[in-house]
């Protein structure tokens, strides 16, 4: 185990009809004016919108309301949030939404203490150093931006996606109901489920010895979201599987499993640049990296696909043979993936083979020093692209 | 899963060398004077105390000292460390110590902006509205008070101890070196984990359906402490297995493992009536109540129990009579606290058996309303009585 430094505190309220609690939750935060970001019209369709203003106002909060975040959140609509909330005076911005809006509004935070333009964060320019709070109603599992540290925000103007990780941008709160998930299309619940696997993958693999306890729960973790997905694609208001997606989106992604170990995250970083030229869905984009990354990589530590293979994906060890339960356990991740309506090859993703040069040159590297992406296996340019091909 | 309200806000700092981190980690949360607050002389021989000391005067902040915290730490010792606080002008409280140290403080905290007696806290005569904050330099892996909302007082005037929980006494941080807890010896280890463990099967053993993420979760961390205290009792200086333990401690008891889900404790109240009369460390006590509570109450829900000892115990499931698979887990868990020199009878923890209808009688009762304890069964005196003559 390494060391680290760990703290998550945002207050987690979940359960049915929480969302009613917003204005009170808020008060308790010293809110007297807060700032609504919201994505399209679902959230006002759906009545959550109406809801949310009511336990506003019932609280004596008064609140402005900025619509139209955009799925990959831009920074032009974030500089425009910044100014209304000067503007107006807020002191709380709250998230009624998924991890778009939430990395909206988590950039609308940071940009209110400073003087520059707020892309600066993003491009490594500045450091935050204050935030306003941020509060979040959830509205879909996947991302994680409820708990987590991280946001991701698009400069249009010179196509240019770029994350943040800074401990300000924890939200203050966040009001999980997993009701308000119900309506969310079999894709997209897939999806979501595939994002918080990774999450979950990512810092899983890794090259830190003895880390028994966070494997074990990383295991736990993974195996429940495969236990329920599935429940999912057959019926979509079952409370009890989108309340366990919902909680285990949270916990795969507020870094207690990363504790005491080097995480991977090259998948994430060979998905951008496939969702960076195509327009795919993060979720069905990780789900065709992830199997090839794995067949890449996986025999820098057998013992460790293994072990992955037999805990989590049930398959009987081969003692004779552990690379074959390695490979066995990769291949039921994809059998999984496709159970649920999931891609596995870039094919079924519908994204040609032709640029695969081209992205994996542009692949974010992790350690400029020896240009590489990825920490379990530090991936050359050159081996991106290798992996790019593994999923033709 | 039921609906759930969960803020862990301590910052964990974990790993070698990080108490000398405690004058800048203090300084951070605007610390200007320190009450440094500890138990025998144990640190002060270690040299932990001067470390911690000489890292305070680094970051130029001031501290008085106040030690003699004792196991069952007593609400006298709390009321002068409250009027030391208020004469010196401290603004943050220091734990260099385990559990009795941390809730010492906690009281301390809690009392310091109460006009009234501290005790009025612990005897539910009144709420507390305000802390100083507290920090902790954590020695002994078992109590988990260092991410709890929990503290005990004793208050040896009236013979009582008692408990309470309130959000306000989470610790600001938490400084955690697993190398703090190589001296220890093999049965206080022990000793601390049969505590995480009880920590953790409090919570497992419900009647909640539907909460299998955290079921899995709970199983992950029961299986690494039952993994890693064994090497602990060849090898009391093994970096890793104590840190397994040390952040399994930690988890095991700031409520993670609570989420969703109606928790029992009726094992720590019949434990509190045998180390009331007799003086048995907690975690013995546990070891020996634990088991005969499983006996007595396993009929209730036998799939629960055939799926901890499946998943936990490693049995193999016997599909045609699942009780047996059941009684067999109860019985691997006994085997396994006498593997690590744990007693499982009151006669092997030296406790006498003519006073077990009088500790029955005194059971504090978790829901006064019927009289009962615990939750999974509503135990009542009589069956109390029935569980403390099944340790015989």
Known sequence: MINFDFCSPTRFIFGRGV????GATAAQFGAKKVLIQYGGGSVKKSGLLDTVTASLREAGIAYVELGGVQPNPRVSLVREAIELCRKEGVDLILAVGGGSVIDSCKATGLGYYY??????????????????PVGVVLTLAAAGSEGSNSSVITNEAIHMKRGLNCELTRPAFALMNPELTFSLPAYQTACGAVDIMAHAMERYFTNTPH???????????I???????PVLMENPSDYEARAEIMW???????NLLGTGRECDWASHQLEHELSGIYDVAHGAGLAVVIPAWMKYVYKHDIARFAQFAVRVMDVEMDFFDPEKTAREGIRRLEAFYTSIGMPITLKELGVPTDRLK????????TDPSDHSTGHFIRLTHADCYEVYKLMA
């Open 115 to 132: 003087d520059g333009d707020v892309w600066d964060f993003y491009c490594g320019k500045a450091t935050p150093a204050k935030t306003l």
């Open 248 to 254: 285990a989106g949270t916990l795969a992604h507020n």
């Open 223 to 229: 195996k429940t979201v495969m236990h329920n997905a």
């Open 358 to 365: 081209e992205m994996a040159d542009n692949c974010k590297e």
């Open 211 to 221: 880390v028994e306890l966070i494997d074990r729960m990383i295991e736990a973790l």
């Open 19 to 22: 969302e009613k609690q917003v």
